[in-house]
């Protein structure tokens, strides 16, 4: 039996939708990502965001956190305080601007960022605090507003793993200042390749959408409408990071089953962890006033490794969440991140391994991958 890691969920639907939007002619940022960008502000509001809420599309999650951080100003020599258990892109967007992630250790049973560290990592310098919803489950975001708060910071929440998750009943999506969601292969819901940026400042929303099309005063589809004129401004030194018709035309699909594809995702989760109870793999913990999107299912075992070779040979595809941002040779040697600040990371990372966990596993496949974790994990 061959089982991989990940398998998006793409039905006729989308296929039809993409097929459509190649017959529009229109195959750029246009009226479907305009209107994609309108339904998931919608999901979002119905699930107890602002009214106030704007989306704005982009090519990637990446895209949107640098221009998220371009939008509050970020500088050369700032500091961002970010969990170093997550995707090198969390980090990466800082040295755009020759500013310094600053690396927080995190909680051993959540994998996310420890909040009783961050306060004694702020310095004059420090201008945003990135929270990252790891595997889909919030961070502790009432103490982190609250340290913002305390020192002038921003927060910017990394949401690439958390659609849909909900903090004390609200959807992650309008709860810090600006939240980034990825729409990358691998994720809840996926256009391919993209990302969305939610925001109630209207200040920032307009500052990002600007961004994204080289700094340009107009989108590209307001010039090309009948109303629409040929001339344009450049107002800032943009990017381009905009999406596509094609991209959106994929994201306004997997958006109408986004909820049944969580409900089917829980379900997994639901059975591996019954599956592993009372024995010594260490499954997820779900804190009571959240819940998590379940964009991946970790467990930690004493033979990750092991393990991970195993499952390989039974045709079972897992992975690795994540290689700590202080352990990549470039942020090391850059930044000289010195690896025993970080000992919960350290012990996390050397014990978890990602399960498959996808809409469309069988109950077969499941029930597979479970007799062979329980057959090779220590």
Known sequence: MQIPFHKA????????AVVDTLKSGWLTMG????????EFTDHLISNNADSSLKSISLNSATAALHLALKAIELKRDDEVIIPTNTFV?????????GAKPVLCDIEYD????????IEELITSKTKAIIPVHFAGQPCDMDEIINIA?????????????????????KIVGDIGDITCFSFYATKTLSTGEGGMATTRDEKVAKKISINRLHGISKDVWDRYTEKGSWYYEVVDNGNKYNT?????ALGMEQLKKLDWMNKKRESIAIKYTNAFKNTSILTPIIRDDRKTSWHLYVIKVKNRDELF????????????HFIPIHKHPYYKEKFEYENELYPIANKVYNESLSLPIYPDMSDEEVDFVIKKVLQYAR
Not at 31 to 38: C, D, S
Not at 89 to 97: G, P, R
Not at 309 to 320: A, C, F, P, Q
């Open 244 to 248: 596509t018709d094609l991209n959106a």
């Open 31 to 38: 009226p479907k990502t305009i209107k994609f960008e309108q």
């Open 89 to 97: 892109a969390t980090a990466e967007v800082m040295t755009y601007f």
């Open 309 to 320: 070779n195993k499952l390989r040979e039974e045709g079972i595809g897992s992975s690795v």
């Open 110 to 117: 959540t994998h996310n960022i420890d909040v009783k560290k």
């Open 149 to 169: 708060n305390k020192f002038n910071l921003k927060v910017i929440e990394d949401a690439a793993h958390a659609l849909p998750s909900y903090y004390k009943n």
């Open 9 to 16: 969920y793409i039905t006729q639907n989308e296929i039809d």
